[in-house]
């Protein structure tokens, strides 16, 4: 029945990271996918979630069906760390939020809003971008476009492309934004480029989706939303996935939001009954665990502040690999422009290496970076910082 399937030539991004666990290189390092390791090489369990985790196995609840939207906790928790605690936009009841099978459950719940309400629109995505943007809209039925995003040469953004195609899309077009830690590239709008591309949106009438799967790790909670919390102010209709499996660290749990801005409460109410029936024709309701967990810890103030904490610990360390590298490789490699470690931020950074050159970072030296080049920093420690800054260099002197 099903041998005329093509075969699955499986994902860019879990693929490399399972090929890494079977190499058997004593100095491997792991950089494949975006998971935050800490300093010792561990996926850390957050001290505030184990708080609430402790708590909720020392009072075991029977486990029901939450609500298709999930629970009213966590909703209104993602609201405010994501629209912030003044969101007038939300003080007003026009955004709405559901819980979602993390950041990638809001994207295909969004998606499939969309493209009902809106069948004729195609959408506009980062070159480069994470693939799974491409599989998620376009296997929602949305056809997929590219605008330009990342400048080779100056291994910074595109703006000027980047406007001018934006300048050219049809209205109702959908345009696919990363509010911070651009993945794949690291590489980030400023505020006063962010106001620029809101001006676009509006009088292009254009509707943005934004995809935060890293708030925190940029500059720090507020910093981080700034895209989203423009757009809420300037009255734009705009669609907000939400990612916590990195910055709780919780990503089996699969725990996300996605949150729409309306023009009105009204409208919010239809939005919300329209993700409603999305989510029970596909998977129903929610996980109940991770909802609770994510919504303990944001609910609590003394928890809430000590997450922000762990969160800037987090991106400290980050940004102190970065500069580790930078320092390394200027000494190792003089000729080298390694400024771009410490200009892009958050998890990732675009080491723009070919694929030989990356093919020899895995089989001599067990540094396993994915195809496109895209780094993921913190599978970087002070104990294999000096490995990996050994192999670059030598596989960048072979070629400089
Ligand atoms: N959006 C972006 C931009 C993103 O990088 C990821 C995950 C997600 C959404 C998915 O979030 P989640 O809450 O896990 O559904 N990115 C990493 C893992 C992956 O590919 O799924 C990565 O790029 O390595």
Redesign the pocket.
């Known amino acids: 029945m099903f041998k005329h399937l093509e075969q699955y030539a499986g994902?860019p991004?879990?693929g490399l990271n399972d090929a890494f666990h079977r190499n058997t290189h004593p100095q491997k390092i792991n950089l494949?996918?975006?998971?935050y390791y800490d300093d010792a090489g561990r996926i850390p369990v957050l001290p505030s979630v184990a708080t609430v985790q402790t708590r909720l196995a020392a009072d075991p609840a029977p486990c029901t069906y939450l609500p298709m939207e999930g629970l009213a906790a966590y909703r209104s928790a993602v609201q405010r760390v994501v629209f912030g605690e003044a969101s007038t936009a939300v003080a007003e009841g026009r955004v709405a939020t559901i819980q979602t099978?993390?950041?990638?459950?809001a994207?295909k719940v969004g998606a499939d809003l969309l493209h009902a309400a809106y069948p004729e629109s195609q959408i506009w995505i980062s070159d480069p971008a994470?693939d799974?943007h491409y599989a998620i809209f376009g296997g929602a039925g949305i056809p997929t476009n590219s605008y330009p995003y990342y400048d080779q040469a100056t291994k910074g953004l595109a703006f000027d492309a980047m406007m001018e195609c934006l300048r050219e899309l049809p209205s109702h077009s959908i345009v696919l934004l990363?509010p911070c830690c651009h993945?794949?590239t690291g590489v980030d709008l400023s505020q006063a480029q962010w106001d620029e591309v809101i001006q676009v949106l509006q009088q292009r009438r254009l509707i943005p989706f934004l995809?935060i799967?890293?708030q925190g790790f940029g500059s720090g909670m507020d910093e981080d939303a700034y895209a989203v919390r423009a757009m809420a102010d300037a009255g734009l209709t705009v669609l907000v996935?939400n990612?916590?499996?990195k910055n709780l660290s919780v990503?089996g749990e699969?725990?996300?939001g996605l949150s729409v801005v309306c023009g009105s409460s009204a409208e919010a109410d239809l939005v919300l009954g329209q993700l409603k029936a999305i989510v029970r024709r596909i998977y129903s309701s929610p996980p109940s665990h991770g909802g609770h967990v994510v919504a303990g810890v944001l609910n609590d103030p003394e928890l809430h502040s000590q997450w922000v904490a762990e969160v800037s610990t987090m991106r400290d360390r980050m940004a102190q690999m970065r500069g580790l590298v930078h320092e390394q490789l200027s000494t190792k490699l003089p000729d080298y422009d390694a400024d771009y470690f410490i200009r892009q931020r958050g998890m990732f950074t675009y080491s723009g290496l070919s694929r030989e050159q990356l093919q020899t970072l895995r089989e001599r030296h067990g540094v396993y970076i994915i195809d496109s080049g895209r780094i993921?920093v913190p599978g970087l420690n002070t104990a294999n910082v000096e490995h990996f800054t050994d192999a670059l260099a030598d596989v960048i002197s072979v070629t400089v």
């Open positions: 994902d991004i879990f494949t996918i975006g998971l099978l993390g950041g990638t459950g994207l994470w799974n990363h993945n794949p995809d799967a890293y996935a990612s916590f499996s990503y699969r725990c996300g993921a």
